[in-house]
C-alpha cells in the first residue's frame, strides 16, 4: 500500500501537535515516524538528546519522502526545554503505574488534541526511547498519559508504529466522521490564559528553592519523588498564568519568616 | 514505547482475520508486519511468492518477538492459491479507480471482519508490495477495497504501517472500545486515593490561615477572590489524599519562620 501524489504538496497543518521523541535510538525510526506524522498530516517533530546525534542520514533513508519533516525537526538537551512553549503535553505509555494523572485512549487522545488546538493552544505528545520507554521523570511533564487500546500479551510496539497509530487518530479527529463531543473544558477569560511549560517550571524552581532553603527537601533519598510530586500536581488540569503568579506570591509571601531570619534548624527553640 | 510482558503468552485469536502480503520485497517489513499483527492480536499471516524467498532472517530481527506468526506463516505461488480457503477478502488500497467495488474505512473493515468471524467464516486482507502496491487482477480477488481515511498529499504508507492500522481498528472493533472516546479517567494506585472534599477544604483552610498570618491575604477587598482562585486551582484534576498531605508539609515548612517569629510586619528590616 503505497504510492504518493507526484507533485502534491505536503499540506502541513501548522496548528497540528508536536510530535516529541525523547532521547530516539535508530535514525531509521526517527525517518518512519516523520513519513507516518505526515501520513496523519502532523508536521512539527522535536527531537531529545537524539543518541546519535542529528542530522542522521537513516532518518532521510526511511522517511520516503517526508523530507520536509526532517527538515524542520529541531534538537533539544532536555524534553523541559523541548516543551518549554507548549501548553499541553501527552505522555504515550503502555502501562502507566504509580502515576496519577489522566489516561486517555489514542482515539481520546486525538479528540482532545483538535479540541486544544480548536482554541489555539500549542499541544505536544512524547514518545519514549525504543527499549525503555518513558521515564518517570519524562511522565511527570505530561498533563495527561495516552495508553493504546492494544493486545496486552504483545506490548512490543515500534516506535513509529506507536507515532502512526496517533497520526491516524489525529486525521480521524479532523475528519468529523466520528469525532465523539468534545470533553467540558476550563474556560478561559480575557484577563488569562494557560501557562505555558516553561511558566510552570519558573513556578516550581521557585517553590524548590524555598524547600531546599527550608530544609522541607532535606531528605536526599525521598527529594526526586517528593519534587516529582509537586511537578505531577502542578500539571494536572490547566494551570493559568494568573494563578501561576498568585502562586509564586504565596511561596514568597509564606518564605518570607525564614528569608529574614536566615535558615532556621528544625529543632530550633523560639527565642 | 516499548516493552513487553515477560511470560505472557501471545493469545493468539485463531478466529482473527488473515494478513496476506502479496509480493513483498523486504524481510524486515515482513517481520515489522508481524509484529503489529501481535499488536493487534491477529495471527494469520500468508505470503504470496515474497521476492526474497522464505524464510528470510531480517524478519525475524524485526519481529520483535512475534516469532510465532513468522513460524506459522504459510508461502504461497500465487493469490488465488493464498486466499481458497477464505470466505471474505479485503484489499487495501490508497487510491481505488477503475473498480467498481464496496470501499471501506480501516474502521469499517474491522467491523465487517467481526462480524464475518462471528459468523465462523474466514476472512483474508491484502497488503500489496511496497513500491508497486496491488494490482487490478489483486484487486479483483477481493470482494471490498479498503482504503484509509489519511493524508491524500502523502500516500506513501509502509507496508507495516498499513498493517499496524488494521490491526488496531480490529482490536478496537473486539474491544468495545470503538465507543465515543471515554472521559479522562484517573488511574488509582494502592499507594493513595482521590482527596475528599473535606480533605481538600481541610487543607484549604491551613493555606489561608498561614496567609492571613503572612499578611498575604490582606487586602479585605481582594480576599475572596484570591481564596476562589486557590480552592478552583485545587479542584481542577483530581488531587489525591498524599499529595494533600505533601502540600500540608509544604506550607507548614515554608511558614515556618513566621510562626518561630510571630508576625511579621511588611517592611520590617532585617535584624
Wanted: aromatic share 4%.
Amino acid at each position: 500500500m503505497t504510492g504518493r501524489e507526484g507533485g502534491a504538496p505536503l499540506g502541513p497543518d501548522l496548528h497540528a501537535p508536536v510530535v516529541v521523541l525523547v532521547r530516539p535510538q535508530l535514525g531509521e525510526n526517527i525517518g518512519a515516524a516523520a513519513r507516518a506524522m505526515a501520513n496523519g498530516g502532523l508536521f512539527h517533530l522535536r527531537l531529545v538528546a537524539p543518541r546519535d546525534g542529528w542530522p542522521l542520514e537513516a532518518a532521510w533513508r526511511t522517511a520516503s519522502g517526508a523530507d520536509r519533516i526532517l527538515e524542520a525537526a529541531t534538537v533539544h538537551a532536555t524534553l523541559a526545554e523541548a516543551v518549554a512553549d507548549l501548553h499541553h503535553v501527552f505522555a504515550t505509555c503502555p502501562r502507566p503505574r504509580h502515576v496519577i494523572k489522566p489516561v486517555l485512549t489514542a482515539r481520546g487522545a486525538a479528540s482532545e488534541l483538535r479540541e486544544i488546538a480548536g482554541r489555539g493552544l500549542a499541544a505536544g505528545v512524547l514518545f519514549g526511547p525504543e527499549r525503555a520507554g518513558l521515564d518517570n521523570d519524562d511522565m511527570a511533564a505530561a498533563d495527561g498519559l495516552v495508553r493504546y487500546p492494544l493486545n496486552p500479551a504483545f506490548m512490543s510496539l515500534n516506535l513509529a508504529q506507536a507515532v502512526m497509530v496517533l497520526a491516524y487518530e489525529w486525521w480521524l479527529a479532523g475528519d468529523g466522521s466520528d469525532a465523539p463531543a468534545p470533553p467540558p473544558r476550563t474556560l478561559m477569560t480575557n484577563e488569562t490564559r494557560v501557562a505555558t511549560k516553561a511558566e510552570l517550571e519558573g513556578f516550581l524552581a521557585h517553590l524548590i528553592d524555598e524547600l531546599d532553603a527550608s530544609g522541607f527537601l532535606r531528605n536526599a533519598a525521598k527529594r526526586p519523588g517528593m519534587v516529582r510530586n509537586l511537578r505531577h500536581l502542578l500539571q494536572r488540569g490547566e494551570v493559568t498564568e494568573q494563578e501561576l503568579r498568585t502562586l509564586h506570591g504565596v511561596v514568597t509571601e509564606l518564605a518570607r519568616g525564614r528569608r529574614l531570619r536566615g535558615r532556621l534548624e528544625p529543632d530550633m527553640p523560639d527565642p
